[in-house]
Nanobody, 123 residues
């Protein structure tokens, strides 16, 4: 059974940092793109960042320069380093595995999802 388990969320003050982790089990995803999405209350899923099979990365404009996505294929784990956090970054953050090597910015390109980890940024 494939599982993606996120961790590392929490409460932080504006300007602070958090590092999210997503550990995959049940199969390896070294040939798949991996992504992070978030969902704030009352809003739809929003793309945050993704890393392709070749470690090419891309980001939403709202987090570019502040967040960094990375992967460790030996550990079957993806990370999201979040710096200079803002109150508008408050959301439930989800890890997702894409169907292909490239992935994208839309939810329907990903077919495995974690349960999410809450990030709350206070002002």
């Amino acid at each position: 059974q494939v599982q993606l388990v996120e961790s590392g969320g929490g409460l932080v003050q504006a300007g602070g940092s958090l590092r999210l982790s997503c550990a995959a089990s049940g199969r390896t995803f070294s040939s798949n793109a991996m992504g992070w999405f978030r969902q704030a209350p009352g809003k739809e899923h929003e793309f945050v960042a993704a890393v392709r099979w070749d470690e090419t990365t891309y980001y939403a404009d709202s987090v570019k320069g502040r967040f960094t996505i990375s992967r460790d294929n030996a550990k079957n784990t993806v990370y999201l380093q979040m710096n200079s956090l803002k109150p508008e970054d408050t959301a439930l953050y989800y890890c997702a595995a894409a169907m292909g090597a490239v992935g994208g910015r839309t939810t329907y390109e990903y077919n495995y999802w974690g349960q999410g980890t809450q990030v709350t940024v206070s002002s």
